[in-house]
Nanobody
Framework: QVQLVESGGGLVQAGGSLRLSCSAS????????MAWFRQAPGKEREFVAA????????YYADSVKGRFTISRSNAKNMVYLQLNSLDPEDTAVYYC??????????????????WGQGTQVTVTT
């Protein structure tokens, strides 16, 4: 099982950028697809982006396409989420997660059984 730790959140003005990082333990990181989700205050947790184990395929939520970029380094057991052109609507706790295999079901919260602490992103006007 992969253990995950998110970092990189913070306070940023609208239009600004942040890069979130997720560190993963385990020797078989390449076998896991990785995904980012977020949960805003008073809202349900939602899918943001996902990347396949080899990094060759990605999915994005429509709300972040063209602004956010997911990437990974299998050599470092890391996955990243570059957040550009941030909007106050992006304010949320961001969580990463891991799942073996690849497919559209990685965009569904029910694909995951446990969650980390997340990292807070706050975008001000």
């Amino acid at each position: 099982q992969v253990q995950l730790v998110e970092s990189g959140g913070g306070l940023v003005q609208a239009g600004g950028s942040l890069r979130l990082s997720c560190s993963a333990s385990g020797r078989t990181f390449v076998n896991y697809a990785m995904a980012w989700f977020r949960q805003a205050p008073g809202k349900e947790r939602e899918f943001v982006a996902a990347i396949s184990g080899d990094g060759g395929s990605t999915y994005y939520a429509d709300s972040v396409k063209g602004r956010f970029t997911i990437s990974r380094s299998n050599a470092k057991n890391m996955v990243y989420l570059q957040l550009n052109s941030l909007d106050p609507e992006d304010t949320a706790v961001y969580y990463c997660n891991a799942r073996p295999g690849w497919g559209r079901s990685i965009m569904t919260i029910s694909s995951f059984t446990s969650w980390g602490q997340g990292t807070q992103v706050t975008v001000t006007t």
